[in-house]
């Protein structure tokens, strides 16, 4: 346990977990598909006046489908670079799945929050642009780090559904090494 201003030995590494990241795009996949058609299909229904129900059996071979081959094509895209989270003595690494790294130090960093809940949760990691030169990009033969300026503020983003630890595991860790300040 971390106390005041104890310094946290060691680095801490949460990588991707297949199996988290595969029950992530489960939901993501029947909720994109469930959601719509239900919403239109109660549309419909009001506007003409008739059951748009009717085919339900086509709707649930659509979202089977779908739900089965959105989260196996993303698994097997997103293999060849995962995501991965690293807490060192330094800084934040930050490896979204596809793209390449980056490693934000913890005297750069203003606030770090981790935004939404499962599924869809994402951390981000706010800093000054004035110290964007202290920011080290790594490259991993991916697309740029998801990064966003909003008025006087730099933000990396990461998506960390696929990660094996909970939002609570990342959170803890965040104000264990003060960096949690939102």
Known sequence: ???????????????????RYLAAMVVIGFVATAVPWLTLSLL???????????????????????????PTFSLLYTRSR??????GSDGIELAAERRDAVVVPY??????????????AVLDVVLDPADEWRVFRVDRDGRRPIRKRRGDQLRFSM???GLGASTADIRSQLRARHVSRC
């Open 107 to 120: 005297g750069a960093v203003t606030s770090a929050r981790v935004r939404w809940m499962w599924p869809v």
């Open 1 to 19: 346990m971390v106390v005041g201003d104890t310094p946290v030995p060691g680095d801490v590494v949460y990588r991707w977990s297949p199996w």
């Open 44 to 70: 419909y229904s009001a506007i003409a006046g008739g059951s748009a129900l009717r085919s339900a059996p086509g709707l649930a071979v659509y979202i089977t489908i779908y739900t089965i081959f959105f």
């Open 82 to 87: 995962p995501a991965a989270l690293s807490f």
């Open 159 to 161: 998506p960390i559904a």
